[in-house]
């Protein structure tokens, strides 16, 4: 297991910005490294995720908002959430993949009408 240190979740008005850090602890390579969402009553889902080569993928509901980045060497992700909406409120979970997937415990975004 590694561990994730997850900060930056907050309150936040809607169309107001946070942005989101994960750093991992690991001398292992870590693969794709990614944020993902759960909002009371449903299911986690993919938020963003960026392979070791800079690759991005981002759910449909937060394109053009958020921007997922990556410092390699810090073994560090980064979400940056702008124009957000009160739908955007959720547990963000970090997620960094070596030959297992590891998470994080969870940082609360909450978004204010």
């Known amino acids: 297991q590694v561990p994730l240190v997850e900060s930056g979740g907050g309150l936040a008005q809607a169309g107001g910005s946070l942005r989101l850090s994960c750093a991992a602890s690991?001398?292992?390579?870590?693969?794709?490294m990614g944020w993902y969402r759960q909002a009371p009553g449903k299911q986690r889902e993919l938020v963003a995720i960026?392979?070791?080569?800079?690759?991005?993928r981002y759910a449909d509901s937060v394109k053009g908002r958020f921007t997922i980045s990556r410092d390699s060497a810090k073994n560090t992700v980064y979400l940056q959430m702008n124009s957000l909406k009160p739908e955007d409120t959720a547990v963000y979970y970090c997620?960094?993949?070596?030959?297992?997937?590891?998470w994080g415990q969870g940082t609360q975004v909450t978004v204010s009408s």
């Open positions: 690991t001398i292992f390579t870590i693969n794709d």
């Open positions: 997620m960094a993949e070596t030959i297992y997937e590891n």
């Open positions: 960026i392979t070791e080569s800079g690759t991005t």
